[in-house]
């Protein structure tokens, strides 16, 4: 008896632990994206590789979301995908050129109209509803 009282109590303990250990694995996936993601913020991505830089920020928010409500395999993927993106974000924020940024205007030049061009119109449509139609 006293073997299978030990046995279970050893099956407990095993469960109970193996939710630590995704919780805990799931934590140093964390730490190490979270590392990476300060190497590229520190090597100039915010400005010079916005868009790996989204990336890898948006991953990190969405991981620490999942991490947040203990779902730890889905955190590690997103810690994973930020990781990776932040490995690109610094490979792109060193080797670009000192002068070059990466970002979206801020305003889109219009282009100037040439008022001498004659504009299309569109030709008018009929009226489905006109009673002046014959026969009705």
């Known amino acids: ?5 030990r046995l279970t109590g050893a ?3 095993l469960i109970g632990l193996s939710g630590c250990y995704a919780a805990s694995r799931s934590t140093v996936h964390m730490v190490g994206a979270n ?8 090597a100039g991505a915010p400005s010079r590789a916005v868009y790996a ?5 948006e991953y990190m928010k969405k991981g620490r979301d999942e991490w947040g409500r203990s779902e730890f395999e889905s955190a590690e993927r997103m810690f994973a995908k930020s990781q990776k993106w932040s ?4 490979r792109l924020a060193r080797t670009a050129p000192a002068d070059a940024i990466d970002t979206v205007p801020d305003q889109v ?8 061009k004659e504009t299309l119109q569109a030709p008018e449509k009929e009226d489905p509803d006109d009673d002046d139609e014959e026969g009705w």
């Open 53 to 57: 830089w989204t990336k890898a920020d």
């Open 11 to 13: 099956l407990v303990l």
């Open 109 to 116: 030049p219009v282009k100037p109209t040439d008022p001498k």
């Open 87 to 90: 490995e690109e974000a610094v």
């Open 35 to 42: 590392q990476k993601l300060s190497e590229a913020r520190d």
């Open 1 to 5: 008896m006293a073997s299978i009282e």
